[in-house]
């Protein structure tokens, strides 16, 4: 019976060419779109789960209120790690990492400036899945000075020699580093990426007792099965047995006496599957994603899919009228109602199909544009997703049940009688009803996405030509010339003698992206009790009139007067929070 059903609604479709290559073009366009955005979607969800501990993986996150402003921060304190390992039994591992930015590193002739480099504890690989293809996960990162490095990294250093024992000069830090083991390229969906992981236990602050710095991203493996939010109730006492006697020592009160003045800080756990999108925090190792575009993409694919369907099921019923007599002589015939939606359904099916086909075709085409303009790495990975395939199935089928449903029952609600003396009545009164409220439905989702699409377009135009307080336009930045040494100055002066330069100063901060800077706990004159937690930025005298920056009160940084190595520039934020 099947086959008799795909056999007539083959010949349906051949009959009806017109019609049919426009419900297909209209199915497949309003499929891949909603493909697209789906890939994405599960592209954005995915971050982290690489790893197969990632659902016992947690990191300590520091939070608190001082002088009114809250502080959300990524990294935590030196032991903080090693108190827990410590004091709780259910952390079964506690490994840290720690930004090394992006230093000069060579081997004989050839040098390279490494972006994004890592220092992290021995223990490293016991949590996080980065199959090592060369060396001992154990021991690869025990002794100082020792550095892993990703197998890309490895051929272009050593090409085809073999990287082990070999050692990578840093003239960033002047010193050499043992090449120990090899890795995987780490994920692109995952919350840090590093070509080199050198040992943490070269620095020599790693192992300070200091609870008022901080710097170090802290994970820990807990239990199967463990709720993490068991363990972050006992974090309280933590601060209470560690971090009080030192917040004492440093500003004279007692964490009592700071949190009745409205102050309050502590350690919180974050799941790493919740890093990317559900992240806060500041100085994190990597730009965050956030969960609202996941949802207001979700609410535009399933419109879309919407849309497609509603345009078939027009098109559809719109039609009725050529299938009309068809129907009249299969009732008179004998066919049985549920007959005839059973062979309309196989047609919508098999158009679905044949438009899932296009889909997949038009997405193959188009993911590489959209991984440029998003910068993302989606793909379809029919060959690498075993259950992709099976799924993209089901999904037409459902899709092609969705849109022939109401086409179907329609069709097969004909009056016989009727319809043979060539009056087009169905059975169903509410059919044409029922197609104007689909028509009036898709117009006006129709006109939400594109007065959305405009919004969208405006607020963009707004951002980028909004006055921000500092010159944008003709401004360029070269990196890290911190690494010319003593010879910075001579290229400064270089780069002054040329006429279209204006003006040039050397500084870590920039307004905009990332910056170093220091958190300083700060407060007015002798006024221990308007703590706040303020972010210093050093700058040079010319800094100001190079970004373009107007001073409200007072004057800016001068050369000449030496007492300027201890003055400072507030924001009027800051004068605000000050009481000033």
Same mark, same amino acid.
């Given at each position: 019976m099947?086959?008799?059903?795909?056999k007539?609604?083959w010949r349906?479709l051949?009959?009806?060419?017109?019609f049919?290559l426009?419900?297909?073009?209209?199915?497949?366009?309003?499929?891949?779109?909603?493909?697209?955005?789906?890939?994405?979607?599960?592209?954005? @969800?995915?971050?982290?789960r *690489?790893?197969e +501990?990632?659902d016992?993986?947690?990191?300590? #996150?520091?939070? !608190?209120f001082m002088?009114?402003?809250?502080?959300?921060?990524?990294n935590?304190?030196?032991?903080?790690?090693?108190?827990l390992m410590?004091?709780f039994?259910?952390?079964?591992e506690?490994?840290?990492?720690?930004?090394g930015?992006?230093?000069m590193?060579?081997?004989?002739?050839?040098?390279? &400036?490494?972006?994004?480099?890592?220092?992290?504890?021995a223990?490293?690989?016991? #949590?996080?899945?980065?199959?090592?293809?060369k060396?001992?996960?154990?021991? $690869?990162?025990l002794?100082?000075?020792?550095?892993?490095?990703?197998?890309?990294?490895?051929e272009? %250093?050593?090409?085809t020699?073999?990287?082990?024992?070999?050692?990578?000069?840093?003239?960033?830090?002047?010193?050499?580093y043992?090449?120990?083991?090899v890795y995987?390229?780490?994920?692109?969906?995952?919350?840090?990426?590093?070509?080199?992981?050198a040992? @943490?236990?070269?620095?020599?602050?790693?192992?300070a007792d200091?609870?008022?710095?901080?710097?170090?991203?802290?994970?820990?493996?807990?239990?199967? /099965?463990?709720?993490y939010k068991d363990?972050? $109730? +006992?974090?309280?006492?933590?601060?209470d047995?560690?971090a009080?006697?030192?917040?004492? &020592?440093a500003?004279?009160m007692?964490?009592?006496?700071?949190?009745?003045? !409205?102050n309050?800080?502590?350690l919180?756990?974050?799941?790493?599957?919740d890093?990317? @999108?559900?992240s806060?925090?500041?100085?994190d190792?990597?730009?965050?994603?956030?969960?609202?575009?996941?949802?207001?993409?979700?609410?535009?694919?399933?419109f879309?899919?919407l849309?497609?369907?509603?345009?078939?099921m027009?098109?559809?019923?719109?039609g009725? =009228?050529k299938?009309?007599?068809?129907?009249?002589?299969?009732?008179?015939?004998?066919?049985?109602?549920?007959?005839?939606?059973s062979?309309?359904l196989?047609?919508s099916v098999?158009?679905?199909?044949?438009?899932?086909a296009f889909?997949?075709?038009?997405v193959?085409?188009?993911?590489?544009?959209f991984?440029?303009l998003?910068?993302?790495?989606?793909?379809l990975?029919l060959?690498?997703?075993?259950?992709l395939l099976?799924?993209?199935?089901?999904f037409?089928l459902?899709?092609?049940?969705?849109?022939?449903?109401?086409p179907a029952?329609?069709l097969?609600?004909f009056?016989?009688?009727?319809?043979l003396?060539g009056?087009f009545?169905?059975a169903?009164s =509410?059919g044409? =009803?029922?197609?104007s409220?689909?028509?009036?439905?898709?117009?006006?989702i129709?006109?939400?996405?594109?007065?959305s699409t405009?919004?969208?377009?405006?607020?963009?135009s %707004?951002?980028?030509? &909004?006055?921000l307080? *500092?010159?944008?336009?003709?401004?360029?930045v070269?990196?890290?010339?911190?690494?010319?040494?003593?010879?910075?100055?001579?290229?400064?002066?270089?780069?002054?003698?040329?006429?279209?330069?204006v003006?040039l100063?050397s500084?870590?901060?920039?307004?905009? /992206?990332?910056?170093?800077?220091?958190n300083?706990s700060?407060?007015?004159?002798? +006024?221990?009790?308007q703590l706040? +937690?303020t972010?210093?930025?050093?700058?040079?005298h010319n %800094?100001?009139?190079?970004? /373009?920056?107007?001073l409200k009160?007072?004057?800016?940084?001068?050369?000449?007067?030496a007492?300027?190595s201890l003055?400072?520039?507030?924001?009027?934020t800051?004068?605000?929070?000050?009481?000033w």
């Amino acid at each position: 019976m099947l086959s008799n059903y795909i056999k007539i609604a083959w010949r349906n479709l051949l009959r009806q060419k017109g019609f049919t290559l426009i419900n297909i073009s209209g199915l497949a366009i309003g499929i891949a779109t909603c493909l697209i955005i789906m890939l994405y979607i599960f592209h954005e @969800l995915s971050y982290d789960r *690489y790893n197969e +501990k990632a659902d016992r993986i947690v990191r300590v #996150v520091f939070r !608190g209120f001082m002088g009114g402003g809250e502080m959300n921060e990524a990294n935590v304190m030196p032991p903080v790690a090693k108190t827990l390992m410590q004091d709780f039994p259910e952390v079964m591992e506690a490994t840290r990492i720690q930004t090394g930015g992006s230093p000069m590193v060579s081997f004989g002739e050839k040098t390279f &400036k490494e972006e994004d480099v890592l220092f992290a504890d021995a223990n490293f690989f016991a #949590v996080f899945t980065v199959p090592l293809l060369k060396g001992n996960p154990k021991t $690869a990162l025990l002794e100082p000075n020792t550095i892993v490095i990703s197998q890309e990294t490895a051929e272009r %250093y050593f090409g085809t020699d073999d990287p082990i024992g070999q050692i990578l000069n840093f003239k960033s830090w002047k010193s050499g580093y043992k090449v120990t083991g090899v890795y995987e390229k780490i994920p692109a969906r995952s919350h840090f990426h590093s070509n080199m992981i050198a040992s @943490l236990v070269t620095n020599p602050d790693e192992k300070a007792d200091s609870w008022m710095t901080s710097g170090y991203f802290t994970y820990l493996l807990l239990p199967e /099965g463990y709720n993490y939010k068991d363990l972050e $109730a +006992k974090l309280p006492q933590v601060i209470d047995k560690y971090a009080a006697p030192q917040l004492n &020592k440093a500003f004279g009160m007692s964490i009592q006496e700071f949190r009745k003045k !409205g102050n309050d800080i502590g350690l919180f756990l974050q799941p790493l599957t919740d890093i990317h @999108l559900l992240s806060d925090l500041n100085g994190d190792l990597a730009t965050h994603g956030d969960i609202r575009y996941v949802y207001i993409f979700g609410a535009i694919a399933l419109f879309m899919l919407l849309i497609a369907c509603i345009n078939f099921m027009n098109l559809s019923t719109a039609g009725a =009228s050529k299938r009309a007599r068809e129907v009249g002589i299969r009732k008179v015939m004998g066919s049985m109602r549920s007959e005839l939606i059973s062979q309309f359904l196989v047609e919508s099916v098999l158009i679905t199909v044949i438009a899932f086909a296009f889909a997949i075709l038009l997405v193959y085409m188009t993911v590489p544009i959209f991984n440029r303009l998003a910068e993302a790495d989606l793909s379809l990975g029919l060959v690498l997703n075993i259950w992709l395939l099976p799924a993209l199935l089901i999904f037409a089928l459902f899709v092609g049940s969705l849109a022939g449903s109401y086409p179907a029952f329609f069709l097969s609600s004909f009056k016989p009688i009727a319809v043979l003396k060539g009056k087009f009545l169905p059975a169903m009164s =509410s059919g044409p =009803s029922m197609r104007s409220s689909l028509v009036v439905f898709q117009f006006f989702i129709s006109i939400v996405l594109i007065i959305s699409t405009i919004v969208v377009h405006k607020q963009l135009s %707004y951002i980028q030509n &909004k006055k921000l307080g *500092y010159e944008k336009e003709q401004v360029m930045v070269i990196h890290n010339t911190w690494q010319l040494g003593e010879t910075n100055e001579f290229f400064k002066n270089g780069l002054l003698q040329d006429p279209r330069i204006v003006n040039l100063s050397s500084s870590s901060f920039l307004p905009a /992206g990332n910056s170093n800077f220091n958190n300083f706990s700060v407060y007015p004159d002798d +006024k221990v009790g308007q703590l706040v +937690k303020t972010p210093r930025h050093t700058v040079d005298h010319n %800094y100001l009139p190079t970004m /373009g920056i107007q001073l409200k009160q007072g004057r800016n940084f001068s050369k000449d007067i030496a007492s300027d190595s201890l003055a400072v520039i507030i924001n009027e934020t800051a004068a605000r929070a000050y009481g000033w």
